[in-house]
């Protein structure tokens, strides 16, 4: 990736050719400012940034490009806004440009996560392109004396009755007032798309395909040096003695940066770099304390810690009385993001200001933390974002970048590339947090769930930055910046408890969340929080009751499941699986089910899985999964699919497979041999997603709302086939053999 034209809003506003779309919404969009009822707030992130330069900018030329301060992370929204604002704007697809996260030119949307960049960015992208429709079609009527309801648009013109065109670059060059975009946009009639609902190919893949220039990875900047970290070997160890002026005379060697614990080499070459990060390793030495809990007490660690207990919801009905009753216990170990490519950040410090190309999933944040640990005002840094070789979630991202910052302070001018290494990706990014989970329900005479309780033991899900002391480099540098204390995530979206709340209707019903303020491991946001094992306990004990009361699973749900829209996406799982009532399973394979919506107010998703297990070995594999989902509006059926197919295999790999591993000082997991994640050998022979549009209704985020569904549903099906219940995160072939054993 050659070096980026480096652009901000001062500059294009000042080159002459291109006019940023400031409207005046004064007239047709005109408020009545002595109205006493406060206005309704502009949908989804337009409440929060309302002026629609900030989302659209049309050129003299006619060219349009999108903002938004959402990231591509590989979930393909990059060419779903495309696909809105084309629409909305009546233009050609390929005419427009999008700009993803950037604090010198978009909006600050925080972070990208919790699946709501369609729900936030999408909705302001499409409200504020029709608003800009809207008023180039009130422009072009004054200059053609019609009225607006005479025109039309297409291909990026006004169009009146006799064939006159007016195009948007010409109509934008007028005098227009700066204003703020309205709550309520007049959307086109869904009837009428045709670029919206369109598989239209994905803008991101060709180059990810071809091995072209894709990821922050491959950037490379003119007269850029390479650098290399040197991490403490555990947590809390102290760098006591480190001589690098053997190293400084290596072949290559630029600098040797050392800032209390943070210790960095850079080098003209990768290699090079490379080779003096391992001598200047091996010429460190640190002071080592063992601090952390045995592995195989785990669960039980984590519900001795002190707790902060909540109950977050409750519901009585003294008529509902139960009679059998069942208990049980679920827990989900530490995991990694896993991603395939190490985390990778550069940064440049010239004229006093520090820009870095990051694939962090939140710009800003990042922003006011590197500016914290500089001492240097946010106004003053600079982030771009730039796609990261997987992750979905708080990875090594944002330390990359912190650490790319630190050290092109000390070397002004001079572009920096930071790369990790693949056993410090794996031993110092911040993991998904341990969980345990315990559940007691009984039922009544009719076979129906008349008492639920549910408890959920676990950490915040978030670290993510804001403050320096989330990044590693801060924490190390001499001056260090202390971890802020970590907080639960609010519902109704919550942390540990997301998805803990049923969306089963229970007569009676308990659920406490247990927050622990202690943190072991390192740990943050990964991909669906605490749903991914909330959703796992809670589908897999419907399972367990269901068997309890001698009744089908997918009746089951559907017996305690009143949202309409639930049951469509049940039904449509069962039907595409082929899913009948009491059909067993060819010999050594199993059925399972599931379903959630994913934090109850996001996307509906169900899942049937066929699972094959070898008795001799305890393997399982997924052999094929339907799956049906509800995300409101589809904008691109393909993008979606993707994400329920991605959703099923991350959630499969993450089930099967992956655990993070520790002694009591060190992590021990550093690789692809003591991490182990999905292989190609056992990607399921077929997955199958059926869409349910609800054209005209609001966005859903779906890109998270199929790991728990898909992890329950795996679970499910080899209890059927094994007739033994796993309860312990990952459901390992050794640990399936033991079941069977016993």
Known sequence: MNAPVILDRRRVLAGGGALIVSFSLSGAFAQDQAASVPAPKPPGSLATTPYLDSWIRIDADGSITVFTGKAELGQGFKTAFQQIAAEELDVAFASLKVVTADTGLTANEGYTSGSHSMQDSGTAIQNAAAQVRALLIAEAAKRLELPVENLRTEDGAVVSPDGRRLGYGELVAADMLHVQAQANAKLKDPATFKVMGQPLPRVDIPAKVTGGAAYAQDMRLPAMVHARIVRPPSYGAQ???????????????????????????????????????????????????????????????????????????????????????????Y???????????????????????????????????????????????????????????????????????????????????VPIRVQWMREQEHAWEPYGPAMVTKLKASLDEAGRIADWNFEVWSNTH??????????????????????????????????????????YTFPNAHVMHHFIPAMPLRISAMRALGAYHNVFSIESFMDELALAADTDPVEFRLKHLDDQRGRDVI????????????????????????????????????????????????????????????????????????????????????????????????????????????????????????????????????????????????????????????????????????????
């Open 462 to 503: 978030s670290m993510r930055p804001g403050g320096a002391g989330c990044m590693l480099a801060a924490q190390h540098m001499a001056q260090s910046f202390a971890v802020p204390a970590p907080k639960p995530l609010p519902l109704p979206e919550g942390g540990g408890d997301r998805n803990a709340i049923p969306i």
């Open 331 to 413: 827990t989900r170990p530490y995991q990694s993001h896993g991603s395939i490519g190490p985390s990778c950040a550069l940064a440049q410090f010239s004229d006093g200001v520090m820009t870095v190309w990051t694939h962090t999933q939140g710009v800003y944040p990042d922003r006011a933390g590197i500016a914290q640990m500089l001492k240097m005002q946010p106004s003053s840094v600079r982030l771009i974002h730039v796609e990261g070789s997987g992750c979905y979630g708080h990875n090594g991202a944002d330390d990359a970048a912190a650490d790319a910052a630190l050290i092109a302070r000390a070397m002004p001018g």
């Open 571 to 742: 039904e449509k799982a069962a039907q595409g699986f082929g899913w009948q009532k009491g059909e067993k399973p060819p010999p050594d394979r199993g059925f399972g089910f599931a379903f959630a919506r994913y934090k109850n107010l996001a996307a509906y998703c169900a899942i049937a899985s066929e699972v094959e297990v070898n008795r001799e070995t305890g393997r399982p594999r997924l052999i094929r999964a339907v799956a049906a989902v509800d995300s409101g509006q589809v904008v691109n059926p393909d993008g979606l699919i993707n994400q329920i197919e991605g959703a099923i295999v991350q959630s499969m790999s993450w089930t099967l497979y992956e655990s993070v591993t520790f002694d009591d000082t060190r992590i021990t997991s550093i690789d692809w041999q003591t991490y182990p994640i999905l292989r190609f050998d056992a990607v399921p022979d077929s997955i199958e997603v059926h869409i349910i549009n609800r054209p005209g209704q609001p966005f859903l985020g779906s890109g998270e709302t199929g790991q728990g569904p898909a992890a329950a549903s795996i679970a499910n099906a080899i209890a059927s086939v094994t007739g033994k219940r796993l309860r312990n995160l990952p459901l390992t072939r050794k640990r399936i053999k033991d079941a069977i054993d016993a």
């Open 239 to 329: 760098l006591i003695d480190c001589d690098p002026s053997a190293i400084e005379k290596m072949p290559g060697v630029v600098k040797v940066v050392r800032d209390g614990n943070f210790l960095a080499v850079v080098a003209v070459k990768e290699f090079l770099a490379v080779k003096a990060m391992n001598a200047l390793g091996a010429a460190a030495k640190w002071k080592e304390t063992a601090g952390l809990p045995k592995q195989d007490d785990l669960a039980d660690v984590l519900i001795k810690l002190p707790s902060q207990d909540s109950t977050i919801f409750e519901r009585s009905d003294p008529s509902a009385v139960g009679g059998k009753t069942i208990e049980a216990t």
